[in-house]
Protein backbone atom coordinates (compact mmCIF):
# COMPACT_ATOMS: atom_id res chain seq x y z
CA UNK A 1 0.00 0.00 0.00
CA UNK A 2 1.27 3.15 -0.67
CA UNK A 3 -0.08 6.82 0.60
CA UNK A 4 -0.95 9.28 -2.17
CA UNK A 5 -3.42 11.90 -3.22
CA UNK A 6 -6.71 11.90 -5.09
CA UNK A 7 -5.48 13.40 -8.46
CA UNK A 8 -2.85 11.15 -8.17
CA UNK A 9 -4.98 7.78 -8.06
CA UNK A 10 -7.04 9.40 -10.83
CA UNK A 11 -3.85 9.82 -12.54
CA UNK A 12 -2.90 6.47 -12.35
CA UNK A 13 -5.66 4.81 -13.40
CA UNK A 14 -5.34 7.07 -16.66
CA UNK A 15 -1.72 5.88 -17.22
CA UNK A 16 -2.54 2.35 -16.76
CA UNK A 17 -5.42 2.19 -19.10
CA UNK A 18 -3.90 3.94 -21.62
CA UNK A 19 -1.12 1.81 -21.59
CA UNK A 20 -3.04 -1.34 -21.91
CA UNK A 21 -5.15 -0.31 -24.76
CA UNK A 22 -4.34 2.02 -27.60
CA UNK A 23 -7.84 2.68 -28.00
CA UNK A 24 -8.51 4.26 -24.62
CA UNK A 25 -7.99 8.22 -25.05
CA UNK A 26 -8.55 11.13 -23.26
CA UNK A 27 -10.36 14.45 -24.29
CA UNK A 28 -11.19 17.84 -22.18
CA UNK A 29 -10.35 21.39 -21.81
CA UNK A 30 -6.56 21.88 -20.63
CA UNK A 31 -5.85 18.41 -20.03
CA UNK A 32 -3.01 18.41 -22.60
CA UNK A 33 -0.65 20.86 -22.50
CA UNK A 34 -1.31 22.07 -19.01
CA UNK A 35 -1.85 18.78 -17.13
CA UNK A 36 -5.35 19.44 -16.38
CA UNK A 37 -7.13 21.34 -13.81
CA UNK A 38 -6.80 19.15 -11.01
CA UNK A 39 -3.69 17.51 -12.06
CA UNK A 40 -5.36 14.29 -13.25
CA UNK A 41 -3.80 13.97 -16.42
CA UNK A 42 -0.36 15.04 -15.52
CA UNK A 43 2.46 14.23 -18.03
CA UNK A 44 0.32 12.47 -20.30
CA UNK A 45 0.46 14.58 -23.42
CA UNK A 46 4.16 13.65 -23.44
CA UNK A 47 3.77 10.08 -22.91
CA UNK A 48 1.24 9.65 -24.59
CA UNK A 49 0.78 12.60 -27.44
CA UNK A 50 -1.60 14.92 -28.93
CA UNK A 51 -3.51 12.13 -30.44
CA UNK A 52 -4.78 10.31 -27.76
CA UNK A 53 -4.99 13.26 -24.66
CA UNK A 54 -6.46 15.76 -26.80
CA UNK A 55 -7.11 19.72 -25.98
CA UNK A 56 -10.16 20.59 -27.10
CA UNK A 57 -12.15 23.84 -27.72
CA UNK A 58 -14.70 24.89 -24.73
CA UNK A 59 -17.37 22.92 -26.25
CA UNK A 60 -19.22 20.60 -23.81
CA UNK A 61 -21.00 19.38 -26.50
CA UNK A 62 -18.85 19.34 -28.99
CA UNK A 63 -15.75 17.24 -27.43
CA UNK A 64 -18.65 15.00 -25.39
CA UNK A 65 -20.55 14.17 -28.85
CA UNK A 66 -17.28 13.79 -30.50
CA UNK A 67 -15.81 11.42 -28.09
CA UNK A 68 -19.02 9.57 -27.74
CA UNK A 69 -19.59 9.10 -31.70
CA UNK A 70 -15.87 7.38 -31.29
CA UNK A 71 -17.40 5.34 -28.77
CA UNK A 72 -19.70 4.02 -30.71
CA UNK A 73 -16.81 2.77 -33.48
CA UNK A 74 -15.01 0.79 -30.49
CA UNK A 75 -12.75 3.60 -29.05
CA UNK A 76 -12.75 4.22 -25.32
CA UNK A 77 -12.67 7.60 -24.36
CA UNK A 78 -11.96 9.48 -20.91
CA UNK A 79 -13.67 12.86 -21.04
CA UNK A 80 -13.12 15.28 -18.23
CA UNK A 81 -15.59 18.50 -17.99
CA UNK A 82 -14.05 20.81 -16.12
CA UNK A 83 -16.58 21.50 -13.69
CA UNK A 84 -19.87 19.30 -13.47
CA UNK A 85 -21.76 22.82 -13.94
CA UNK A 86 -20.56 22.94 -17.56
CA UNK A 87 -22.60 19.51 -17.82
CA UNK A 88 -25.59 20.85 -18.23
CA UNK A 89 -24.07 21.92 -22.32
CA UNK A 90 -23.97 18.36 -22.91
CA UNK A 91 -27.03 16.74 -21.16
CA UNK A 92 -27.86 16.28 -25.07
CA UNK A 93 -25.26 13.68 -26.11
CA UNK A 94 -25.43 11.74 -22.42
CA UNK A 95 -28.95 11.46 -22.40
CA UNK A 96 -29.75 11.37 -26.05
CA UNK A 97 -26.71 9.55 -27.73
CA UNK A 98 -24.76 7.41 -25.23
CA UNK A 99 -27.70 5.93 -22.64
CA UNK A 100 -29.86 4.92 -24.96
CA UNK A 101 -27.78 3.92 -28.15
CA UNK A 102 -27.40 0.18 -26.90
CA UNK A 103 -31.00 -0.21 -26.58
CA UNK A 104 -32.17 1.69 -29.30
CA UNK A 105 -30.01 -0.13 -31.75
CA UNK A 106 -30.79 -4.04 -30.04
CA UNK A 107 -27.53 -3.96 -28.73
CA UNK A 108 -25.42 -3.84 -31.95
CA UNK A 109 -23.95 -0.55 -30.20
CA UNK A 110 -22.35 -0.10 -27.14
CA UNK A 111 -21.18 3.65 -26.07
CA UNK A 112 -17.88 2.58 -23.71
CA UNK A 113 -16.95 5.96 -22.64
CA UNK A 114 -16.11 7.61 -19.22
CA UNK A 115 -17.10 11.30 -18.61
CA UNK A 116 -15.37 12.54 -15.19
CA UNK A 117 -16.16 15.69 -13.49
CA UNK A 118 -15.72 17.70 -10.61
CA UNK A 119 -18.65 19.62 -8.91
CA UNK A 120 -19.80 20.52 -5.63
CA UNK A 121 -19.37 23.68 -2.93
CA UNK A 122 -15.15 24.65 -2.95
CA UNK A 123 -14.88 27.39 -1.34
CA UNK A 124 -16.55 30.63 -2.96
CA UNK A 125 -16.65 29.35 -6.01
CA UNK A 126 -19.82 31.14 -6.90
CA UNK A 127 -23.48 29.52 -7.41
CA UNK A 128 -21.86 28.68 -11.56
CA UNK A 129 -19.27 26.89 -10.71
CA UNK A 130 -20.87 24.69 -7.12
CA UNK A 131 -23.51 22.75 -8.54
CA UNK A 132 -24.47 19.18 -7.30
CA UNK A 133 -25.90 17.47 -10.55
CA UNK A 134 -25.41 13.92 -9.35
CA UNK A 135 -29.19 13.50 -9.05
CA UNK A 136 -29.64 14.52 -12.45
CA UNK A 137 -27.41 12.27 -13.83
CA UNK A 138 -28.84 9.33 -11.50
CA UNK A 139 -32.38 10.11 -13.50
CA UNK A 140 -30.99 8.75 -16.83
CA UNK A 141 -31.52 5.02 -17.72
CA UNK A 142 -29.06 3.58 -19.33
CA UNK A 143 -26.28 5.46 -17.47
CA UNK A 144 -23.92 4.56 -15.05
CA UNK A 145 -23.03 6.69 -12.06
CA UNK A 146 -20.50 6.68 -9.53
CA UNK A 147 -19.11 9.04 -6.85
CA UNK A 148 -15.71 7.81 -5.47
CA UNK A 149 -14.89 9.12 -1.74
CA UNK A 150 -11.12 8.74 -1.10
CA UNK A 151 -8.24 7.77 -3.44
CA UNK A 152 -8.78 3.75 -3.56
CA UNK A 153 -11.98 4.00 -5.12
CA UNK A 154 -11.08 7.03 -7.63
CA UNK A 155 -8.33 4.58 -8.61
CA UNK A 156 -10.63 1.36 -8.96
CA UNK A 157 -13.64 2.44 -10.28
CA UNK A 158 -12.44 4.74 -12.89
CA UNK A 159 -10.09 1.43 -13.99
CA UNK A 160 -13.52 -0.54 -14.59
CA UNK A 161 -15.21 2.25 -15.56
CA UNK A 162 -12.87 2.65 -18.56
CA UNK A 163 -13.54 -1.50 -19.81
CA UNK A 164 -16.81 -1.40 -19.32
CA UNK A 165 -19.19 -1.44 -22.13
CA UNK A 166 -21.80 1.11 -20.84
CA UNK A 167 -21.69 4.86 -20.33
CA UNK A 168 -20.16 6.01 -17.27
CA UNK A 169 -20.16 9.11 -15.72
CA UNK A 170 -17.64 9.88 -12.54
CA UNK A 171 -19.28 12.39 -10.03
CA UNK A 172 -15.86 13.63 -8.40
CA UNK A 173 -15.54 16.59 -6.02
CA UNK A 174 -13.24 19.69 -6.07
CA UNK A 175 -11.88 19.44 -2.64
CA UNK A 176 -11.09 16.17 -2.29
CA UNK A 177 -8.48 15.96 -5.11
CA UNK A 178 -5.70 16.87 -2.44
CA UNK A 179 -6.77 14.18 -0.05
CA UNK A 180 -4.26 11.47 0.56
CA UNK A 181 -5.36 7.86 1.16
CA UNK A 182 -3.66 4.14 0.88
CA UNK A 183 -4.15 2.67 -2.71
CA UNK A 184 -2.41 -0.83 -2.98
CA UNK A 185 0.53 -0.86 -5.17
CA UNK A 186 -0.69 -3.62 -7.57
CA UNK A 187 -3.43 -2.74 -10.18
CA UNK A 188 -6.91 -3.70 -9.23
CA UNK A 189 -10.27 -2.88 -9.93
CA UNK A 190 -13.87 -1.86 -8.29
CA UNK A 191 -17.16 -3.06 -9.01
CA UNK A 192 -19.76 0.05 -10.56
CA UNK A 193 -22.12 -1.56 -8.26
CA UNK A 194 -22.66 -1.80 -4.23
CA UNK A 195 -21.58 0.14 -1.51
CA UNK A 196 -19.44 -0.18 1.33
CA UNK A 197 -19.70 -0.23 5.28
CA UNK A 198 -17.05 2.22 6.18
CA UNK A 199 -17.87 1.95 9.83
CA UNK A 200 -19.20 -0.42 11.91
CA UNK A 201 -22.26 0.00 14.17
CA UNK A 202 -25.79 -0.85 15.58
CA UNK A 203 -27.52 1.91 16.63
CA UNK A 204 -28.14 4.10 13.49
CA UNK A 205 -27.27 4.17 10.21
CA UNK A 206 -25.74 7.02 8.48
CA UNK A 207 -25.69 6.65 4.66
CA UNK A 208 -23.49 9.03 2.70
CA UNK A 209 -21.62 9.64 -1.11
CA UNK A 210 -18.92 11.55 -1.77
CA UNK A 211 -17.71 14.72 0.56
CA UNK A 212 -20.79 13.53 2.96
CA UNK A 213 -19.52 10.43 3.83
CA UNK A 214 -16.56 12.29 5.32
CA UNK A 215 -18.52 14.09 7.34
CA UNK A 216 -20.51 10.94 8.49
CA UNK A 217 -17.35 9.54 9.66
CA UNK A 218 -16.67 12.61 12.03
CA UNK A 219 -20.30 12.84 12.93
CA UNK A 220 -19.92 9.00 14.36
CA UNK A 221 -16.46 9.78 16.01
CA UNK A 222 -18.61 12.44 17.82
CA UNK A 223 -21.28 10.48 18.07
CA UNK A 224 -19.35 7.48 20.17
CA UNK A 225 -16.81 9.83 21.99
CA UNK A 226 -19.56 12.23 23.41
CA UNK A 227 -22.72 10.43 23.54
CA UNK A 228 -22.05 6.55 23.62
CA UNK A 229 -24.22 6.79 19.91
CA UNK A 230 -22.46 3.89 17.66
CA UNK A 231 -23.28 4.76 13.97
CA UNK A 232 -23.17 2.34 11.55
CA UNK A 233 -21.26 4.68 8.03
CA UNK A 234 -22.65 3.50 4.49
CA UNK A 235 -20.42 4.73 1.62
CA UNK A 236 -23.01 4.94 -1.04
CA UNK A 237 -20.21 5.09 -4.52
CA UNK A 238 -22.33 3.65 -6.65
CA UNK A 239 -25.61 5.76 -6.98
CA UNK A 240 -27.27 4.45 -10.33
CA UNK A 241 -27.81 1.66 -10.03
CA UNK A 242 -28.30 2.00 -5.55
CA UNK A 243 -27.29 -0.79 -3.63
CA UNK A 244 -31.00 -1.57 -2.63
CA UNK A 245 -29.54 -4.85 -0.62
CA UNK A 246 -26.94 -2.79 0.91
CA UNK A 247 -28.70 -0.26 2.47
CA UNK A 248 -31.81 -3.20 3.44
CA UNK A 249 -29.03 -4.61 5.05
CA UNK A 250 -27.74 -1.92 7.23
CA UNK A 251 -30.97 -0.42 8.23
CA UNK A 252 -32.36 -4.16 9.48
CA UNK A 253 -28.97 -4.00 11.72
CA UNK A 254 -29.57 -0.19 12.89
CA UNK A 255 -33.08 0.00 12.66
CA UNK A 256 -33.43 3.96 12.41
CA UNK A 257 -31.13 5.90 9.66
CA UNK A 258 -30.30 9.21 8.62
CA UNK A 259 -29.01 10.27 5.20
CA UNK A 260 -26.46 12.61 4.38
CA UNK A 261 -26.40 14.78 1.12
CA UNK A 262 -24.31 18.42 0.38
CA UNK A 263 -27.13 18.73 -2.88
CA UNK A 264 -30.40 20.04 -1.96
CA UNK A 265 -33.20 17.76 -1.07
CA UNK A 266 -35.63 18.11 -3.59
CA UNK A 267 -35.47 14.74 -5.92
CA UNK A 268 -31.98 13.73 -4.29
CA UNK A 269 -29.86 10.45 -3.50
CA UNK A 270 -31.43 11.13 -0.09
CA UNK A 271 -35.38 10.81 -1.52
CA UNK A 272 -34.18 7.74 -3.76
CA UNK A 273 -32.73 5.90 -0.16
CA UNK A 274 -36.19 7.04 1.77
CA UNK A 275 -37.85 5.28 -0.59
CA UNK A 276 -35.93 2.16 -0.99
CA UNK A 277 -35.92 2.39 3.04
CA UNK A 278 -39.89 2.60 2.92
CA UNK A 279 -40.23 -0.19 0.62
CA UNK A 280 -37.76 -2.67 2.26
CA UNK A 281 -37.87 -2.22 5.77
CA UNK A 282 -40.58 -0.06 6.97
CA UNK A 283 -41.52 -2.76 9.86
CA UNK A 284 -38.20 -2.65 10.96
CA UNK A 285 -37.62 0.78 11.50
CA UNK A 286 -37.62 2.28 15.20
CA UNK A 287 -37.90 5.90 14.30
CA UNK A 288 -38.59 7.67 10.78
CA UNK A 289 -35.50 8.19 8.27
CA UNK A 290 -34.04 11.58 8.20
CA UNK A 291 -32.42 13.51 5.46
CA UNK A 292 -29.23 16.26 6.24
CA UNK A 293 -29.14 18.15 3.12
CA UNK A 294 -27.95 21.71 1.66
CA UNK A 295 -30.35 24.85 1.67
CA UNK A 296 -32.35 25.11 -1.37
CA UNK A 297 -30.76 28.19 -2.85
CA UNK A 298 -28.13 29.30 -5.23
CA UNK A 299 -25.04 28.41 -3.43
CA UNK A 300 -23.95 32.23 -2.29
CA UNK A 301 -20.51 33.46 -2.71
CA UNK A 302 -20.41 34.71 0.56
CA UNK A 303 -18.00 32.26 2.78
CA UNK A 304 -20.55 32.92 5.40
CA UNK A 305 -23.47 31.99 3.43
CA UNK A 306 -22.05 29.66 1.62
CA UNK A 307 -21.25 27.46 4.67
CA UNK A 308 -24.36 28.39 6.22
CA UNK A 309 -26.04 26.58 2.97
CA UNK A 310 -24.44 23.34 3.32
CA UNK A 311 -24.47 20.50 6.34
CA UNK A 312 -21.45 19.73 8.43
CA UNK A 313 -20.73 16.88 10.49
CA UNK A 314 -22.72 18.98 13.45
CA UNK A 315 -26.11 18.68 11.64
CA UNK A 316 -25.54 15.45 11.38
CA UNK A 317 -24.72 14.75 15.22
CA UNK A 318 -27.93 17.00 15.73
CA UNK A 319 -30.14 14.90 13.72
CA UNK A 320 -29.33 11.76 15.33
CA UNK A 321 -29.40 12.94 18.63
CA UNK A 322 -32.60 14.39 17.88
CA UNK A 323 -33.89 10.94 16.16
CA UNK A 324 -32.48 9.08 19.51
CA UNK A 325 -33.58 11.89 22.06
CA UNK A 326 -30.45 12.51 23.17
Same mark, same amino acid.
Given at each position: ??????????? %?????????????????????????? $??????? $? *????? *? %???????????????????????????????????????????????????? /??????????????????????????????????????????????????? $????????????????????????????????????????????????????????????????????????????? *???????????? %???????????? %??????????????????????????????????????????? /???????????????????????? /????
Amino acid at each position: MTEIMYWEAVR %RAHDEEMANDPLVICMGEDIGVAGGT $YKATQGL $Y *EKYGP *E %RVIDTPISENGYTGLGIGASFLGVRPIIEIMSVNFAWLAMDQLFNSAAKVRY /MSGGQLTAPVVVRSPGGTAHQLGAQHSARMEKVFMGIAGLRVVTPSNPRQA $YGLLKSAVRCNDPVFINEHELMYNMKGEVADEEFFLPLEGSEVAREGGDVTLFGYNISVHWCLQAAGILSKQFGIEA *EVVDLFALSPLD %RAGIAASVRKTH %RAVIVEEAEPAVGVGSEVMAIINEECFFELDAAPQRVSAANVP /MPYNHKLEKAAIPNADDVVNAVRK /MLGK
